[in-house]
């Protein structure tokens, strides 16, 4: 499995923040409330990016050799494909909460600390769980043996591998 691609990751929180900032524009053209989210989806977002490298750390130890005990594989899968997703969700969140906050920071009117500070909450939550995830697939990558590095021409990712 490849690695996340910095590309994706940037392209879907774009896509969200654009989002996010019309959807804003179109309730407020309409005389409608905008979106608040609450402040505890932001520290939802980061208990799951802390308990997520948690999850991956006995990858990494098993990974680098210190473990004591053998990790199983459908228990390493389920933590690099948790990790995946979660960064796509980390940017896609953020993001979101990110386009509706300049939305509201953009307006003449200078909008009430209710409803800054849980989109800044809610951004920064997105934000750590974009980190998190993707320190968790790198501790859950396996580095490249010895015999590996000998085998130049074999096809394939150089650098070390995903646990899979």
Not at 75 to 93: D, E, I, N, P
Not at 111 to 119: E, H, K, Q, T
Not at 140 to 163: I, L, N
């Amino acid at each position: 499995m490849k690695r996340t691609r910095p590309s994706t990751l940037i392209s879907v929180a774009l896509v969200a923040a654009v989002a996010g900032f019309a959807l804003d524009a179109a309730l407020t053209s309409r005389a409608l409330p905008v979106v608040v989210l609450s402040p505890a989806l932001g520290l939802t977002l980061i208990g799951i990016g802390v308990a997520l490298v948690l999850m991956a750390m006995p990858i990494r130890r098993h990974a680098r050799g210190t473990a004591t005990r053998p990790v199983d594989a459908f228990y390493a899968t389920r933590v690099v494909v948790l990790a995946k997703a979660s960064s796509l969700c980390g940017a896609l969140f953020g993001g979101f909460t990110l386009g509706g906050l300049v939305y509201l920071l953009s307006r003449s009117v200078v909008p009430a600390l209710g409803s800054v500070l849980p989109s800044v909450i809610a951004v920064v939550g997105g934000l750590v769980l974009l980190v998190c995830a993707l320190v968790a697939e790198r501790m859950c990558t396996v580095p490249p043996r010895d015999d590996d590095q000998d085998d130049q021409d074999a096809p394939g990712e150089h650098g070390g591998t995903t646990v899979l």
